[in-house]
């Protein structure tokens, strides 16, 4: 028998696959049921039946003015707005770990419109197939730049790539050997992106068109029969069930889960299938697994912005790179490392200090609300649970409950003047020790 569909298992759905479990969504997964709810985030559905589609760079504002598709820094702006925005947040949070696991950097490619391009790519594969996903990144202009693919030819083969494909995305350190990387390097021999007619060309004559033999295979393997070798591997769908684990379910899934998720992995035409089974298994609702994860800056900021509808400024993108997660800038080709590194102090400080900006920006008239009023005669010690649901926190410890009724009752419960208490209240509740995990 299946775990009970409960409301909590819904806000530990949406915290895992949306950015944000606000009371509208998490009462439409109520009535839509488990099933039907995990179909729709998969599908890139709305759940409320809301629409949405998302203008173009140039039609959206931060700080009142237009962004510019020519600068990063708006870029970085307009994808956490579509974040927020978004009614497939599945999908755009699977955009969002495609971008760490390939990580590729602005730093070094130089150009935004490849950046955006790669962008586009990670959107498009977003939970399709990671085996037309691997073939593609191959084959993408900013990764080619980032790890010197143009550099790649027949007789001088280039192996940042070969090695970085092998380690960090598909197999894992470990599972293969330094002539699997050379070999490998002259598989994808041949493609190059030109800078200045902005063009990908293969060149038959820069290909290595010989027998090699990796990971125990030989053949004459380019960039694409290469990715099927990998796929002959044990260690390709172990490699990718511990990551997507560690994204969406447990910092240290146990070898028993990762075990059932490669074999999914094995099994299933795409990554939504895998990500479906997962988030229909009894195991992912385990109490836990719930409330487990550290949210990543990005997160973090585009939860409190979608619960508060706030509007853009440049200065969101600016937290999340005080936080620790800059997009379109990882630190390395390893991507973010996540985990308790998102609460190293200057990190946490700048979490505190974006609570407090935002807490500040919420218009007035959203505190004489229903969801914010506490009901004549109601405690403070029931109130402000109902009142921390409205920015995604739905479960509170006894102290941290303790701690946010004795600040209600001593400035706004009894209190005539109440918008600066409940201000107050909302930047404690975004600093809490439960607003930071999901």
């Not at 237009?66 to 599945?90: C, F, G, H, N």
């Not at 050379?182 to 010989?210: C, I, M, V």
């Not at 029931?382 to 209600?408: I, K």
Request: hydrophobic content about 40%.
């Amino acid at each position: 028998m299946g775990a009970e569909w409960t409301e909590q298992a819904a806000v530990h759905l949406l915290s895992r696959a949306a950015f944000f479990a606000g009371k509208q969504d998490v009462s439409a997964c109520m009535e839509l049921g488990k099933e039907e709810t995990v179909r729709r985030l998969i599908a890139g559905q709305s759940l409320t039946g809301a629409a949405y589609e998302h203008p173009p760079i140039e039609q959206v504002k931060a700080d009142g003015k237009e962004l510019k598709p020519d600068s990063i820094t708006d870029q970085q702006s307009y994808w956490l707005q579509r974040m927020v925005m978004t009614e497939a947040p599945l999908i755009e949070k699977m955009t969002l770990f495609w971008h760490g696991h390939f990580a590729t950097s602005y730093q070094k490619v130089k150009e935004i419109p490849l950046m955006i391009r790669q962008n586009e790519l990670f959107r498009s594969h977003a939970l399709g197939s990671f085996r037309d996903l691997l073939v593609a990144v191959g084959k993408d202009p900013a990764m080619m730049l980032y790890l010197d693919s143009n550099n790649n030819k027949k007789g001088k083969p280039n192996e940042n790539y070969a090695r970085e494909v092998m380690e960090l995305f598909s197999l894992g350190l470990g599972n293969y050997t330094e002539q699997d990387i050379k070999e490998a390097a002259r598989a994808f021999t041949g493609w190059t992106y030109s800078k200045q007619t902005e063009e990908l060309k293969f060149n038959p004559k820069n290909h290595d068109n010989g027998k090699k033999t990796i990971l125990g295979h030989t053949g004459n393997f380019n960039e694409t029969s290469v990715i099927d070798v990998f796929y002959e591997q044990e260690a390709l769908p172990r490699f990718m069930a511990a990551k997507l684990l560690k994204f969406f379910a447990v910092n240290e899934p146990s070898p028993e889960w990762i075990t059932e998720v490669a074999d999914d992995f094995i099994h299933s035409a795409n990554v939504g299938e895998v990500l479906s089974k997962l988030f229909l298994s009894d195991t992912f609702y385990d109490p836990a697994v719930q409330g487990s994860l550290i949210k990543s800056p990005v997160e973090y900021v585009v939860g409190m912005l979608k619960a508060l509808r706030i509007p853009m400024s440049k200065g969101f993108a600016q937290a999340t790179r005080k936080m620790g997660q800059e997009l379109y800038l990882p630190p390395d080709v390893a991507g973010w490392r996540g985990g308790t590194t998102w609460l190293m102090t200057t990190c946490l400080l700048a979490r505190y200090q974006f609570a407090e900006s935002v807490a500040k920006r919420v218009n007035i008239a959203q505190f004489s609300g229903k969801d914010y009023i506490m009901e004549e005669g109601e405690s403070a010690d029931n109130g402000v649970g109902p009142f921390a649901q409205n920015v995604g926190v739905w479960s509170l410890s006894d102290r941290t409950r303790q701690v946010l009724a004795q600040y209600a009752e001593e400035t706004f419960v009894h209190s005539k003047q109440k918008m600066t208490g409940m201000k107050g209240l909302l930047h404690l509740i975004m600093i809490s020790p439960e607003a930071q995990m999901k």
